[in-house]
């Protein structure tokens, strides 16, 4: 079955990075979009971004030029580059694919960013 596990996730001061890693299993990787969400406490599961087969990705608007998505298609891994965190990235940070309209979760990584 389809399994994601992330990890790389902890406490950081405001201005600081993290790097966000995904393995994935049961899937042929290659062949997927891979995309990171995140959750605040209260709030609902928002995209972040996303990265397509080609490696074209998009972004939401507040983390562009702050995060970068890149894939290890050899590895079947997705990673999630965060520079300059903001108290306000702080969530927990989900992997996803979609296949067949189903989508597929990771159990998130908490990132913790303090002012």
């Known amino acids: 079955q389809v399994q994601l596990a992330e990890s790389g996730g902890g406490l950081v001061q405001a201005g600081g990075s993290l790097r966000l890693s995904c393995a994935a299993s049961g899937i042929i990787f290659s062949a997927q979009s891979m995309s990171w969400y995140r959750q605040s406490p209260g709030k609902e599961r928002t995209l972040v971004a996303t990265i397509r087969t080609s490696g074209t990705s998009t972004y939401q608007e507040s983390v562009k030029g702050r995060f970068t998505i890149s894939r290890d298609n050899a590895k079947k891994t997705v990673s999630l580059q965060m520079n300059s965190l903001k108290p306000e990235d702080t969530a927990v940070y989900y992997c996803?694919?979609?296949?067949?309209?189903?989508?597929?979760w990771g159990k998130g990584t908490l990132v913790t960013v303090s002012s």
């Open positions: 996803n694919t979609r296949r067949n309209d189903m989508d597929y």
